[in-house]
Every structure is written in structure tokens, then in C-alpha cells.
């Protein structure tokens, strides 16, 4: 099946840095996701592309859909404790039955205060 | 907050037994799915459901099965539960409003251990 390369796996950083991370597929996708889980809960969605080339933010927050449809990245700047925990990336080809979503691997983002 | 609730929240059964994990939403949305989380492997789609009595595999539905009888409940069983189906399990809903349909909402998960 198809899969996504989620990198890093984990990042250590002190607070207050700005953060990088990124998603690879082998295949195209027409929506990218972006998710963030909490420790002990459910992910919760943070920003969702939709175009190619799309730049968009959420706070402090940025995304991008990759222009050729095979990656995005997210940016956390000026990062704060409560951005610990997993990132999830996520593709979608719209049109597949139930509209399945594939998954990265996750970014486990630590913060040192 | 959406309206999901999984149950039970945690278990532990021993293999060769039949467990049942229920998720229910009052959001009254069309898609429902089922997930498990392990690490190393992120979020895998087990089953998924688009519609009352409408389910369909997913990427590791062996072992599993799922039943949706009415639009606000998506039941999945593990039959006869093994050692490697130890996971967190979670439920996803989302609405059908076209192109919005990967804005997957999620519950809280159910921590099952196989012993």
C-alpha cells in the first residue's frame, strides 16, 4: 500500500525554537492533513491542505502542500511546552472508497522549557 | 468537542477470547473509522464504515471484524484476540461535505492488552 515518510522521527529542542518537519510520499495526493496528538488522547486536526503549492497557517503554525503533490512540511515557530507531542501527517486521494487517509509515522516533539 | 466515546477505555483479556471495542458518536456523521496506533507504525485503518451496514477493510483487517447497525454505532470485534493485537484502538468520524472528508475527528482510544 502506499506510505508516507514522516522525518524526524523525534526532535529535542528548547523552547522558544522554531520547528521543521516534514512528509514524503511515493505517490500523489490531493489533500495533506496535518494532526497532533496529545499525550493520553485522541489527535486532533491542525491545518488541512487542499492545492498544490497552498502556503497556510494557524497561529503559529504553517503549512505547505508540496507543488508536486508528494510532500508537505509543517513549521512551529517560536515553539512552547504544550507543543509536546506526536505530529501526524496524512494523505488523502479523494474519490477511493471511504476516502481513506495514509498516515505518516509520526514526529514525537520534545520541548525543554 | 465531537461527540465520540469509546468503550471501554482500557482492557485486558487473555488470548483466545472475543473482545468487542464500541465507538459512539452523536454527531450524526456518515464515515466512521477504526484504527490502531503502535509505535513505530503510526495510525493504520483497520475498518472502515460509510453508511449503516456499509463497512469495508482497511490496510490490517485480519483478525478483525466490524459491524455498523445503526449510523451512531460502529462496533469492532476481535474474535479471538491475540498477543499482537495489544494496541491502542482508535475511533475516527468524519462528515461527507465534499473535499472536507479527511478531517477526521478522533476519540479518546481504547488501550486493549492480550495476555
Known amino acids: 500500500g502506499q506510505q508516507l515518510n514522516q522525518s524526524p522521527q523525534s526532535m529535542f529542542i528548547q523552547e522558544g525554537e522554531d520547528v521543521s518537519m516534514n512528509c514524503t510520499s511515493s505517490?500523489?495526493?490531493?489533500?495533506w492533513l496535518w494532526y497532533k496528538q496529545d499525550p493520553g488522547e485522541g489527535p486532533v486536526l491542525l491545518i488541512a491542505l487542499y492545492k498544490a503549492g497552498e502556503l497556510t497557517s494557524n497561529g503559529r503554525l504553517t503549512a505547505q502542500f508540496g507543488i508536486t503533490r508528494k510532500d508537505s512540511f509543517l513549521n512551529i515557530s517560536a515553539s512552547i511546552p504544550s507543543d509536546v507531542g506526536i505530529y501526524f501527517c496524512?494523505?488523502?486521494?479523494?474519490?477511493?472508497?471511504?476516502?481513506?487517509?495514509?498516515f505518516g509515522g509520526g514526529t514525537r516533539l520534545m520541548v525543554k522549557p | 468537542d465531537a461527540g465520540i466515546t469509546q468503550s471501554p477505555r482500557h482492557k485486558v483479556t487473555e488470548t483466545g477470547t472475543p473482545v468487542t471495542l464500541r465507538c459512539h458518536q452523536t454527531?450524526?456523521?456518515?464515515?466512521m473509522y477504526w484504527y490502531r496506533q503502535d509505535p513505530g507504525h503510526g495510525l493504520r485503518l483497520i475498518h472502515y464504515s460509510y453508511g449503516v451496514k456499509d463497512t469495508d477493510k482497511g490496510e490490517v483487517s485480519d483478525g478483525y471484524s466490524v459491524s455498523r447497525s445503526k449510523t451512531e454505532d460502529f462496533l469492532l470485534t476481535l474474535e479471538s484476540a491475540t498477543s499482537s493485537q495489544t494496541s491502542v484502538y482508535f475511533c475516527?468520524?468524519?462528515?461527507?461535505?465534499?473535499?472536507?472528508?479527511?478531517?477526521?475527528?478522533f476519540g479518546e482510544g481504547s488501550r486493549l492488552t492480550v495476555l
Open positions: 505517490s500523489i495526493f490531493n489533500t
Open positions: 496524512a494523505g488523502q486521494l479523494t474519490g477511493n472508497a471511504g476516502n481513506m487517509l495514509t
Open positions: 454527531e450524526n456523521h456518515r464515515y
Open positions: 475516527a468520524i468524519s462528515a461527507s461535505r465534499p473535499r472536507h472528508t479527511g478531517e477526521l475527528f
